[in-house]
């Protein structure tokens, strides 16, 4: 379902269909980070105003199309200034994003053994960080998938497309919890700004 119509949204939704039949999940993932990176770059497609505009103390989620047969749903994001996420996870999904415009620091976490007396606390480190830039895409494939995005800039906006195996609709979010590298773990409910 399209939630609505841009220039070129055909062309991205026949891309991610012909990726999602590639059977495996690395096939399904490397064939979608390819495709998106030639379709950034080629600036065929022209995402709609809505999606570079953003939100007040918080990142913009908005939905610009779920597939029925496939189930999938793409997801374009808005970074203000400084904005970005804490330590989360997809729920156990895969997701390949892509920065459409300014750029993103992605930071991978490994989950890390709980030690001794640290009870429903979960530990994690840095294993690598990456500037991003636009028509550069990555993915994610459980259990590979804690991570955080931040947009960097003081001054620009980042805008970012994340295509999710489901309907992305609530995560665990991890904050910080005393102690070296012990986070809390928190389900968080995923809300969708408009598309207009």
């Given at each position: 379902m399209l939630t609505t119509?841009?220039?070129?949204?055909?062309?991205?939704?026949?891309?991610?269909?012909?990726?999602?039949?590639?059977?495996?999940?690395?096939?399904?993932?490397?064939?979608?980070?390819?495709?998106?990176?030639?379709?950034?770059?080629?600036?065929?497609?022209?995402?709609?105003?809505?999606?570079?505009?953003?939100?007040?103390?918080?990142?913009?989620?908005?939905?610009?199309?779920?597939?029925?047969?496939?189930?999938?749903?793409?997801v374009a994001m808005t970074w203000g200034p400084g904005q970005g996420t804490p330590i989360h996870d997809h729920c156990g999904m895969w997701c390949v994003e892509g920065v459409w415009s300014g750029a993103l620091e992605v930071v991978q976490y490994e989950q890390l053994p709980a030690a001794s007396g640290q009870d429903g606390l979960y530990c994690f480190q840095p294993v690598g960080s990456i500037q991003a830039g636009p028509g550069s895409a990555g993915s994610l494939i459980p259990p590979h998938e804690y991570h955080t995005i931040r947009n960097p800039s003081?001054?620009?906006?980042?805008?970012?497309?994340?295509?999710?195996?489901?309907?992305?609709?609530?995560?665990?979010?991890?904050?910080?919890?005393?102690?070296d590298h012990c986070y809390q773990r928190q389900d968080r409910k995923l809300s969708l700004d408009p598309v207009n």
């Open positions: 119509e841009f220039p070129g949204c055909q062309k991205l939704i026949q891309a991610i269909d012909a990726a999602v039949t590639k059977g495996s999940t690395p096939a399904i993932t490397d064939s979608l980070r390819n495709s998106l990176c030639k379709l950034i770059q080629s600036q065929e497609i022209k995402l709609p105003a809505c999606v570079f505009e953003t939100a007040e103390n918080r990142y913009a989620r908005r939905e610009l199309y779920h597939s029925d047969e496939y189930g999938y749903c793409v003081d001054d620009a906006i980042a805008v970012s497309l994340h295509i999710y195996s489901g309907n992305m609709t609530h995560c665990a979010v991890f904050q910080p919890a005393g102690g």
